[in-house]
């Protein structure tokens, strides 16, 4: 998914630019990046449909184990010869987990959402514990069937080293982490150069981005509110609405407001003034770099804890999509732009994150991880 790989390609840059060898265990939409960041390509077969991404994250787990155990074969001839030295493992990347386990090589837990806290199961996915969660009892099972204790499964839980890509701030109850090293290092934007270009059409008008990103589209009826809310006000709307929806679907819409299937959204939030997100991590971290605050309208449990963040920290308002209207998407995007304490928590949160380290913080957290269990 974008929000799991975008963080890591900075990163994969950093490491080329130092000198080391970067393999990426990817699928095909991912290629061009992968390549753009300096790293080679391992392919392994997709197994996600042209379905929208589970609202439940217990659908949503079992999807991911899912796809884990169908990259094994391939990732396993890819690297029968080519050992790597440390496995950065994305924190759900369970077929790197078994990997790096197999292999004996140590892992860096890469994280694009909140590290394991007291009650991170029951908040993210509305069971008491981890044996409940859909799923986890075929990764249990798959981990024995390749010689591997499933005890290592923890290590996702309370990571020996592990890599966060936004502020510790943000982080959900930060104090009960367990992982034993954390570089909390920020968004790692990298260089999205090949996602294109935007400019405001009209300079004198302040700019909207509104995005639900790239997992939670197929809503029509939110994109209509939007234009009902913003049509009337003096300022420049960028939509972004996925391929799922039709331009026509949102009834008239006036000049002001353009609406895309995808935007090169670094370049829109360079010079926005508000986001209305879904809020995600990823479009979350971004926006914060550029100082926008947000509109918070999620989607699921993940991101309901996210939007809990971004009104606690002031960086923005929430709105439940349950109870969302015109007139309070309206009211909230005036607020967020105008409200000095929303502007001083946003400014805040950016000051952090320009001390958090980015790319460079990163790398020195995974070559130390080769140090330590060299």
């Not at 840059?13 to 393999?23: I, S």
């Not at 990103?213 to 939509?239: D, K």
């Not at 607020?335 to 020195?364: F, Y």
Request: with cysteine; net charge negative; glycine share 8%.
């Amino acid at each position: 998914m974008h929000g799991h790989v975008n963080p890591t390609l900075g990163v994969v840059e950093e490491l080329v630019r130092r000198g080391h060898r970067v393999t990426y265990a990817v699928s095909e939409p991912f290629v061009h990046q992968v390549k753009a960041a300096g790293a080679e390509p391992v392919l392994y077969p997709d197994t996600a449909d042209d379905s929208e991404a589970p609202e439940e994250m217990g659908e949503g787990f079992a999807r991911v184990v899912q796809g884990a155990l169908a990259a094994l074969p391939a990732l396993s001839r890819a690297y029968g010869k080519d050992r790597p030295d440390l496995v950065l493992c994305d924190i759900y990347a369970f077929a790197g987990l078994l990997l790096a386990s197999r292999w004996e090589v140590p892992t860096v837990v890469a994280s694009p959402t909140h590290l394991a806290y007291d009650g991170i199961v029951p908040e993210f996915f509305d069971v008491p514990g981890l044996p409940q969660i859909p799923g986890f009892g075929e990764l249990v099972a798959a981990f024995a069937d390749h010689g591997v204790d499933s005890a290592r499964i923890h290590e996702l839980v309370a990571p020996q080293h592990a890599l966060a890509f936004f502020p510790r701030v943000f982080q959900r109850r930060a104090d009960t982490v367990a992982a034993r090293h954390v570089a909390y290092v920020g968004p790692v934007l990298g260089d999205r150069s090949y996602q294109g270009s935007w400019q405001p059409s009209r300079p004198d008008l302040p700019v909207l981005l509104v995005s639900l990103g790239s997992q939670f589209t197929r809503r029509p009826e939110f994109y209509r509110s939007c234009v009902q809310a913003f049509a009337e006000l003096p300022w420049q709307v960028v939509m972004s609405v996925g391929h799922a929806v039709a331009r026509d679907e949102l009834g008239p819409l006036p000049d002001t407001v353009e609406v895309h299937a995808h935007v090169p959204q670094l370049a829109v939030l360079a010079h926005a003034d508000a986001f209305v997100t879904h809020a995600g991590m990823g479009g979350t971290m971004e926006a914060l770099h550029y100082g926008v605050p947000m509109v918070a309208v999620p989607q699921m449990a993940e991101q309901r804890v996210n939007a809990a963040q971004i009104e606690r920290l002031r960086l923005g308002v929430r709105l439940p999509r349950e109870t969302l209207t015109p007139e309070a998407l309206r009211e909230a995007v005036l607020r967020v732009s105008s409200d000095r304490d929303i502007r001083a928590g946003v400014s805040a949160v950016r000051r952090e994150i320009t001390r958090a380290g980015g790319a460079g913080a990163a790398a020195d957290l995974i070559e130390q991880a080769l140090q330590d269990l060299s």
